[in-house]
Every structure is written in structure tokens, then in C-alpha cells.
């Protein structure tokens, strides 16, 4: 078991840490220290990687009860636990209740986990800010597991009304489906069995899969279908 390091001299006031698998050349706890110390907070952010830890999915459980235990103040959840963190959360934030992922949990002072999504708001401010003049209304996403779903809601509310979902497991493009289908009835949003066959028809494409991460390499499509399309974006 990790257990955070203990001759640190003056305790920091917020000790955070990143739940995940392969993320050992993450730049998030960088991000964080460094936004914390331009706020006038001492912070430690760790990374509590799955592959070195030898934890998975059975123990998350007992991870986030643990962590609150150690002093922890919070942890972002990154792949693969973004949906599996959800059923052991004491409360979810609407929006992270709607997508059924989260990737922040802030631990309350009696222990009370709550589980929040900021991947739709970022990405949403992200499209508007890079996108403002470019079309959105036909998009390819690929991947809709914790974090695809969140890039989807984004893409619904930034306009996108032909939303093509490609995932090598189909039971999660209905799952995105049903979740955000009720809360967008203007849009459509569709399986994309071999996303090659959109070629031409496309404004933009999002990755949303681990392919392209560190241990993940190679490109979710073939090359070809990336011609003729006004933007392409990886999260």
C-alpha cells in the first residue's frame, strides 16, 4: 500500500493526489502544485498510478474511503476508473450524475465523498475559445466511456446536432445515448460502425479514447478520414 510521505516538515494544507492507470509521465500534479502556490496555497499533489500501486477496479472502493483516512482533501480519477469511482461516492454533482463519470472527488472534513465531472464545462469552454468560427454541427467522437460521454454533452451544448459515436464496445454508445439523448431531444446522436464511411461528411472529429497516451500508442483511425475535416481535437 502507498501511504503519503511522512518527513515533510510543515504539513501541507491540501495533500491531493491522481487515481489512474499508466500515468506515471502525468503532468497534473505540476498543474496543480504550481496553481496552488499562484493562490497562496502549500500544496502536494501524488500519483497514486494503478500500474505501480498494484491496485484496479475491485479496490477503488477502498482507495477513496482510505484516502480521506491519510489526510487526502481530494483526488481527480482518471482512465480507467472515471465511471467505476461513481458507485462509491456518498453524493454526485447533477452534472457528473448525469454523465455517470467523474474526474474530481473532494472528501468533505467528516469523510463524505462527492464526486464532480469538470470535463464537459473544460471542454465546452475550450470549443467555444479555439472554435468560435468554425462549424460544430456534424462530429465524429470516438471513444464514449467516462470521458467520452462528458466530450459529448460538451459537443451537444456547443452546437453539435449530429453527433456520430464510434466505440469498440456498443453498449457504451447506447449508455451516452440514453444518458444525454433526454437533455439534448434537438440532437441526434448515432453509432458509427465503421467510421470510414462518414468520410466528407464530417465538421470535426474528437478523440476521446486512451490511444495516443503514454503505453497507448498509434491513432484511434485510419489517416484518411481525417481529410476534409475542418478541425480535429484529442483530450
Known amino acids: 500500500m502507498h501511504t503519503p510521505p511522512r518527513a515533510l516538515g510543515t504539513p501541507p494544507a491540501l ?20 496553481e496552488a502556490r499562484h493562490h497562496g496555497l502549500a500544496c502536494l499533489y501524488l500519483l497514486l498510478d494503478a500500474d505501480v500501486l498494484g491496485y484496479g477496479e475491485d479496490d477503488l472502493g477502498e482507495w477513496l474511503r482510505w484516502l480521506p483516512r491519510c489526510g487526502y482533501r481530494g483526488a481527480n480519477v482518471t482512465h480507467p476508473f472515471k465511471r467505476a469511482a461513481v458507485r462509491h461516492l456518498h453524493a454526485l454533482h447533477p452534472d457528473a450524475r448525469i454523465l455517470g463519470s467523474v474526474n474530481t472527488v473532494v472528501f468533505g472534513p467528516d469523510g463524505r465523498a462527492v464526486g464532480h465531472n469538470t470535463d464537459a464545462p473544460a471542454f465546452a469552454a475550450v470549443v467555444e475559445r479555439e472554435l468560435a468560427d468554425e462549424p460544430r454541427g456534424r462530429v465524429l467522437l470516438l471513444g464514449a466511456g467516462g470521458a467520452g460521454v462528458a466530450v459529448a454533452r460538451a459537443l451537444l451544448l456547443c452546437g453539435t446536432r449530429e453527433l456520430f459515436v464510434h466505440d469498440l464496445e456498443p453498449a457504451r454508445i447506447a449508455d451516452l445515448a440514453a444518458r444525454l439523448a433526454p437533455h439534448h431531444p434537438e440532437a441526434r446522436i448515432r453509432a458509427a460502425g465503421d467510421p470510414r464511411e462518414l468520410r466528407g461528411r464530417l465538421d470535426g472529429l474528437v478523440n476521446a479514447t486512451p490511444v495516443g497516451m503514454a503505453g497507448h500508442p498509434g491513432l484511434p483511425v485510419d489517416p484518411a478520414l481525417l481529410d476534409g475535416l475542418r478541425w480535429v481535437a484529442d483530450i
Request: hydrophobic share 45%; aromatic share 0%.
Open 15 to 34: 495533500l491531493l493526489g491522481l487515481l489512474g492507470r499508466g500515468i506515471a509521465l502525468s503532468r497534473t500534479p505540476a498543474l496543480h502544485e504550481h
